[in-house]
């Protein structure tokens, strides 16, 4: 029997996510009652939650949803922002973000779908 670590299985996603072009899923959070969409790269991806790189802040707390899209069908995920730390400077000084996501309130069948999607990247659990 193989035992695997939550820390092996995001090691083992990243890993093979950074061979590939990182997906780009949709983000959009709601600070002081206006809602922004914005593109990010997800750097890591469990049924627990998402790293992704995007420009602009987003304030910690801030609840959130990220879109994707599994199968062809969409999927908002609602989400909380627990960590957010400046990780590059764009061209004309652009700062990127890189930007912790906790999902909250996750459906059985929403994380089986989040599930078949990590596996569809090679990410195998024992």
């Known amino acids: 029997m193989k035992v695997i670590t939550k820390g092996h299985r995001r090691r083992a996603l990243r890993t093979d996510l950074q061979k590939r072009k990182p997906p780009r899923f949709r983000v959009s959070g709601v600070i002081a ?10 750097l890591d991806l469990s049924v627990e939650g998402a790293l992704v790189e995007h420009q602009g802040m987003l ?5 959130c949803f990220l879109q994707l899209e599994i199968d062809g069908q969409p999927m908002a995920v609602q989400c909380r922002v627990v ?3 400046v990780s590059r400077k764009g061209g004309g000084g652009i700062l990127y973000y890189q930007t912790g ?3 909250r309130h996750l ?3 929403a994380e089986q779908s989040l599930g078949a999607l ?3 990247y090679g990410a195998t659990e024992g």
Request: glycine content about 4%.
């Open 83 to 85: 960590h957010s730390r």
């Open 107 to 109: 459906s059985r069948e």
């Open 118 to 120: 990590i596996r569809s």
């Open 59 to 63: 304030p910690l707390g801030t609840p």
């Open 33 to 42: 009652a206006i809602t922004t969409l914005q593109e990010a790269d997800v």
């Open 101 to 103: 996501l906790q999902f």
